[in-house]
């Protein structure tokens, strides 16, 4: 008979697993899968909560949005990639609350101890106090979030084939991004290029020249975290490409199919059918929450300000990781950069420091090396800020690809991956270009566990149930 590994309530099955202790990870991205991978087959039991079961590579998203790529190249179900390892569960839910005093989170009407917690939930998507504008400028936090820009963009173009008004066949060609970091240039120059491309090949009534990308944001240059010799280079690649790149500008107003800027010419409205959100982003709920239940302190974006060892103050078996976690103790004393890099390091860091307070040993304080920093622009283009080296253009692409191909934790879309990217850049073809769902069907997506329903059977009399059942 197989072994049961189930143990959400019950005793581990294993008499080893009854001692060891129990390490509950929530979020299953960069860092808390990175934990996963570390404590697989170690002496302590592990329990991994999310909300989605799947692991998402949020730096492709964009190409998601712009018809690169399918959902499934982006994203690896969890169960497959450490579910298999007898120490770990998977669990499908949403943490609704931390009860420190007691060790036990909440989820699916649970109260689940633990021994060690590590929050390793990320971040989602901040308008700056104008929530009403999610719904007209969706977020790329998601998948849904990248099939609905999708869905907006193709069926504007679809509507502009049939529009016999030409002011209105402007407006269905134009799209505004809002944000000049590394998410908002990367779409920028991707939906730019899809739009060319497509209305060439596979429209016959558009004009690529009505095509309009407009990237929008009030700093001063883009790529602000790099270095400004990377930023100028980008600029000027996605100006040729035939974004306008407004900076210095400010988003006042959204309403549908409009956008109103204020610049250094005064207040414009800006008409536009496809609009995306790149510009804020804010800690997960549960940094506010463990704040609340422990009094940690969090910075301006709602990370918890950590110890050394990424522990909650007071509570030296509670960590937060990755993008949830503002860690100051660096050699500048700046916080680590919400990327992939320091959240694998994070996740890897406290898995050995867990196994080390278990074996009575001290390990050598967390040190992040910096691998640098990289934004694909287009086709065959990208800028790199390697520890101080600048690259760009094609050196700089083969450079990003490698480097996102190593963090792909998932074998199978690494392969798919470099497949497209070759196909696409040869044929200048794109194979994700579908339609679904209905209108805004990708905004508010609830997830975590839904229970089935179950219909309650009829009572049955009490003399009926004593009763021999009939010969046939």
Not at 382 to 387: G, S
Request: charged share 20%.
């Amino acid at each position: 008979m197989a072994p049961e590994r189930f143990f959400l309530e019950l005793e581990p099955p294993a008499c080893a697993l009854r001692d060891w202790p129990h390490v509950v990870i929530v979020g299953g991205g960069f860092a808390g899968l990175k934990a996963c991978h570390a404590l697989a087959g170690k002496p302590v039991r592990v329990t991994l909560i999310d909300k989605r079961n799947f692991n998402l590579f949020q730096p492709l998203l964009y190409q998601v949005a712009s018809g690169l790529v399918s959902e499934a190249d982006v994203a690896s179900p969890l169960r497959q990639m450490v579910g298999q390892a007898p120490n770990i569960q998977v669990l499908l839910g949403e943490v609704v609350d931390i009860d420190p005093e007691a060790k036990e989170v909440v989820f699916n009407d649970h109260r689940y101890g633990y021994d060690h917690l590590i929050l390793a939930s990320g971040s989602g998507s901040t308008y700056f106090g104008r929530e009403e504008w999610r719904p007209l400028a969706p977020p790329m936090k998601i998948l849904e979030h990248a099939d609905e820009i999708r869905r907006r963009l193709l069926m504007a173009l679809e509507e502009a084939e049939q529009t016999l008004d030409p002011e209105r066949r402007r407006f269905l060609q134009t799209v505004v991004v809002v944000g000049a970091g590394p998410a908002g240039c990367e779409l920028a120059g991707s939906l730019i290029e899809l739009m060319h491309r497509a209305i060439r090949r596979d429209f016959k009534q558009l004009n690529p020249d009505l095509c309009r990308v407009v990237l929008v944001d009030p700093v001063e240059r883009v790529l602000p975290t790099m270095h400004p010799k990377l930023s100028a280079a980008a600029a000027g690649y996605l100006q040729q490409a035939g974004v306008e790149v407004r900076l210095h500008t400010k988003v006042e107003a959204i309403a549908p199919g409009l956008v109103s800027l204020q610049g250094a010419d005064g207040l414009q409205q800006l008409e536009a059918a496809t609009i995306c959100w790149t510009a804020g982003v804010r800690a997960s709920r549960l940094g506010a929450l463990l704040a609340d239940r422990t009094g940690c302190p969090v910075d301006r974006g709602g990370r918890l300000l950590v110890e050394p060892d990424f522990s909650v103050p007071g509570h030296p078996e509670i960590h937060a990781i990755g993008d949830l976690c503002a860690y100051l103790h660096t050699t500048d004393g700046k916080p680590l950069p919400g990327m992939a890099g320091p959240a694998v390091q994070m996740g890897s860091w406290v898995a050995a420091h867990i196994l080390a307070g278990r074996e009575g040993r001290s390990l050598a304080p967390f040190r992040f090396t910096d691998l640098g920093s990289m934004a694909v622009i287009g086709p065959w283009y990208a800028v790199a800020d390697l520890r101080g080296l600048h690259i760009t253009g094609l050196a700089g692409w083969v450079l990003w690809a490698l480097a996102h191909l190593a963090f792909i934790p998932d074998t199978e879309n690494r392969v798919t991956l470099f497949t497209k990217w070759m196909w696409q850049i040869a044929t200048r073809q794109r194979t994700a270009l579908l339609i679904t769902g209905r209108p805004d069907q990708h905004l508010g997506v609830d997830v975590g566990l839904f229970r089935a329903e179950r219909h309650a059977a009829p009572e049955t009399p009490a003399e009926e149930q004593d009763s021999e059942p009939l010969a046939a």
